[in-house]
């Protein structure tokens, strides 16, 4: 019997505010600068990247390239895209377990 796949897609499941928010929060949570960038990317193409591109002011081939695997997006390029995704980060303390 041979069991047929299909690739993943977490974008699917990036179909609400509270589900884009609470997948922002974990990899913010985890500290991986990459992992990062490729969450921005799910949301990127979740909402739609040609309209993403147009809230950020960049333009679409620069904002594949500067969320693709690898890439090294400038600090501004990342506040461009999470305004453009209507999302707002924010600091708060914690104390570091030593």
């Known amino acids: 019997m041979t069991v ?6 977490i ?3 990036l179909d609400s505010d509270a589900a884009i928010s609470e997948y922002l929060s974990q990899v913010l949570d985890d500290g991986d600068n990459d992992e ?20 950020s002011g960049l333009g679409r ?10 890439s090294k997006p400038r600090f501004d390029t990342i506040l461009k895209v999470t305004k453009a995704l209507g999302i707002k980060l924010h600091a708060e ?4 377990n030593v």
């Open 4 to 9: 047929k796949t299909v690739p993943f897609d």
């Open 11 to 13: 974008a699917i499941l």
């Open 36 to 55: 990062l960038i490729r969450a921005l990317g799910y949301l990127a193409k979740a909402k739609g990247m040609a309209m993403i591109a147009k809230e």
């Open 61 to 70: 081939e620069s904002l594949y390239k500067a969320l693709s695997p690898g």
């Open 93 to 96: 303390s914690y104390v570091a």
